[in-house]
């Protein structure tokens, strides 16, 4: 079946500009992740929605980045003003559930961002 | 908060041979842990986890890991390299509903 999706995979800014980026989670999934990889380093979490309600936005590094998840489905993290220091890979994943301990979460490929 | 360790950035095996990758956590409650893989320019794909019961835990392409409470750590093997293994790794604990990872090892495999 489907996985998680995201788009663009790639997307090249230029400082100061504002960006957009999706991800699909698997259909019927409840739980949805944001995390930043930048690079060499382990993915950091950024923020967590239950269906449409962001329930933690406690990793997101400052005011310029906004998550959204209007429908319960798709989301989007948008950032503003990019700075070089945004540059990463930026992973969504979905749970089925409400996100219980053990649940698995399901990665998508990630949309790398390179911020000039 | 929960926390892993992982140490070694690199190893380097040859084919054929065993591959051991050290995960050390750190948690205040019985942990979560899970070992992803990374190919390149893909997302982290789940290669096995522990939750609760039996300490050696299988998972895919022939890797295995085994929880030792006494040492804080959850290693992952495999007995005989191939040159699909070729990745990085990530140890992981879940940290509530979060996953918080280590720095990952990039493995590489020599002919």
């Known amino acids: 079946g489907a996985g998680v999706s995201q788009s663009p995979r790639y997307k090249v800014a230029k400082r100061g500009q504002d960006v957009a980026l999706r991800c699909d989670p698997i259909?019927?999934?409840?739980?949805l992740f944001w995390y930043q990889q930048a690079l060499g380093q382990g993915p950091e979490f950024l923020t967590y929605f239950q269906n449409e309600a962001q329930l933690d936005k406690s990793g997101l590094p400052s005011d310029r980045f906004f998550a959204e998840r209007p429908e319960g489905s798709v989301s989007t993290l948008k950032i503003q003003r990019t700075q070089q220091e945004d540059s990463a890979v930026y992973l969504c994943a979905s749970s089925l559930g409400t996100s219980g301990r053990t649940e698995t979460q399901y990665f998508g490929p990630g949309t790398r961002l390179l911020v000039l | 908060a929960q926390s892993v360790t992982q140490l070694g950035s690199h190893v380097s095996v040859s084919e054929g041979a065993l591959v051991l990758l050290r995960c050390n956590y750190s948690s205040s409650v019985p942990p979560y842990l899970f070992w992803y893989v990374q190919y390149p320019n893909q997302g982290l794909q789940l290669l096995l986890k522990y939750t609760t019961g039996a300490t050696l835990v299988k998972g895919i392409n022939g890797f295995e890991a085994e929880f030792k409470k006494s040492e804080t750590s959850f290693h992952l093997t495999k007995p005989s390299a191939h040159m699909s293994d070729a990745a990085e790794y990530f140890c992981a604990v879940r940290d509530d509903y979060k996953l918080s990872f280590g720095a990952g090892t990039t493995v590489t495999v020599r002919a």
């Open positions: 259909s019927g999934h409840v739980s």
